[in-house]
């Protein structure tokens, strides 16, 4: 049974964060453990409270599933805090996790901040160098960067700078476009661009989440990075592609859309 294990917030809409890990996990056969940072009150139209963990708690979740279960893979969503993100640096160093997906989540789909301003520099500095492959979208690496990133023009740029800060990997976002989205997928050497039409829809919420996801747990059943990102971009447009309208905002996308996969 491959194993992955999620390190973020709890949805209560269901969408994104935790819960759409799990979907996510359970899409692609893989077995999903979780550790919550955070509890927000949360539905298809925003995020009306947060309430953060204390980092201890947060650790002994960690000890829990890496003492007992383990993972072939671990990803990262909502950490909230500096306090929150050294906690899990310390805990996945400590663990020598190798397959790191960090999703650097700052603001939720609906605008809601979701990462304290002081504690970007804890994950710049802390959790990127560990990371495998980060996956931030536009706004995400302009925060990162300091500098704005909003044209297809700029990403050049920012993929190679964004590496500079010490993931192996870095998958650039880039469904705040206008138009067609492109993806760039850059390891210090190779630039690999991943383009497909825009998809008129409203039912985009947790795309991040569930994007990096899947990276995840396919990750967890032994692809290559390329291949993981290419078959996990490839998941997420069917997602999107087969969503429903679920509540009066921007409804998730169809995690389960491809049914469950065999034993």
Do not use: W
Not at 24 to 29: E, I, L, Q, V, W
Not at 35 to 43: F, L, R
């Amino acid at each position: 049974m491959y194993k992955t294990l999620t390190i973020a917030g709890s949805d209560s809409g269901g969408g994104a964060g935790i819960q759409a890990d799990l979907k996510t996990f359970m899409a692609h056969g893989a077995y999903g453990a979780s550790v919550i940072t955070g509890i927000t009150a949360q539905n298809t139209c925003g995020v009306s409270a947060v309430e953060l963990l204390p980092p201890a708690l947060v650790a002994a979740q960690i000890d829990a599933v890496m003492g007992d279960i383990g993972a072939d893979a671990v990803k990262t969503g909502m950490l909230g805090s500096a306090d929150i993100i050294e906690t899990v640096a310390a805990k996945l160093k400590e663990y020598a996790v190798t397959n790191l997906v960090v999703d650097p989540v700052m603001v939720a789909k609906s605008g809601d901040r979701l990462l304290a301003e002081e504690a970007v520099v804890a994950l710049r500095d802390r959790l990127l160098p560990l990371a495998l492959i980060v996956t931030p979208n536009l706004p995400e690496a302009g925060v990162l960067l300091e500098r704005s990133v909003e044209r297809e023009s700029e990403m050049h740029a920012a993929v190679r700078d964004l590496h500079a800060l010490g993931s192996r990997y870095v998958l650039l976002k880039g469904g705040h476009l206008a138009g067609d989205p492109v993806d760039l997928l850059y390891d210090g050497e190779q630039l690999i661009e991943l383009r497909s039409p825009r998809i008129p829809t409203r039912h985009t919420h947790g795309t991040g989440c569930t994007y990096a996801a899947a990276i995840t747990a396919l990750l967890a059943r032994g692809l290559g990075v390329e291949q993981a990102v290419r078959d996990a971009r490839a998941y997420l447009i069917g997602a999107i592609e087969h969503a429903h309208a679920i509540g009066g905002g921007q409804s998730p996308v169809n995690h389960l859309y491809r049914g469950l996969p065999a034993a």
